[in-house]
């Protein structure tokens, strides 16, 4: 093959755009609202494949919806792998900090505030969510609560972070768990509802 059908095939294959400063990996449904903030930094890609050579054309959409006076904000290096959700509604915000990965078919959808720290691994098919978008006759009950993950924490596969949420610096979330409860720094929780599995553990990316 020469070199000119070898970089046809890479433009076909790697087929991209950019939007505010996103790199979008096609296939990808993007609605952003003009009213949006959209504050991101070098580096953010959405919808990004696995690896180069697994490229196939079915491919997985993902989709990044910015509603009116939402605010997605990421730092540096952030990479969400294809089939992701992401959904900041209407005055709500989304704060990413620099090298996080959110892998394949996660959902995150914001009503209030999700802020997810630096460094932070967030595995396959794990949905954060902080409103259950119904409300329950019952004192003190409250629909929407802000969910806060901490910096350098590993969110298991298929975990589910419910709203009200805090996950300490350096926490592990076994896969399956549903967080309901605040998770101290450097713990690992497991299972439904999620409980205290270690404390003072430590983990290397």
Not at 11 to 25: D, V
Not at 137 to 147: D, R, V
Request: with cysteine.
């Amino acid at each position: 093959m020469n070199i000119l059908k070898k970089i046809a095939l890479v433009f076909k294959i790697k087929l991209f755009y950019l939007h505010k400063g996103l790199i979008i990996f096609k296939p990808a449904m993007i609605d952003i609202s003009k009213k949006a903030v959209i504050d991101v930094e070098k580096g953010l890609q959405f919808n990004k494949e696995w690896h180069f050579s697994r490229i196939i054309k079915n491919k997985t959409v993902g989709s990044l919806f910015v509603s009116n006076n939402g605010s997605f904000k990421c730092g540096k290096n952030v990479v969400f792998r294809s089939g992701c959700r992401v959904s900041v509604n209407e005055g709500s915000e989304l704060v990413i900090g620099e090298n996080c990965l959110i892998n394949s078919n996660t959902r995150i959808e914001a009503f209030t505030k999700i802020s997810i720290g630096d460094n932070t691994i967030i595995s396959e098919e794990v949905f954060i969510r902080d409103s259950n978008n119904h409300r329950v006759k019952q004192s003190g009950y409250k629909m929407s609560e802000p969910i806060t993950i901490g910096k350098n924490v590993w969110i298991g596969m298929r975990a589910i972070i419910l709203p009200g949420v805090t996950i300490g610096d350096g926490s592990i979330i076994a896969a399956g768990a549903v967080v309901t409860k605040d998770v101290p720094s450097r713990t690992l929780v497991g299972g439904c509802p999620a409980k205290v599995i270690k404390e003072g553990i430590s983990w290397e990316r």
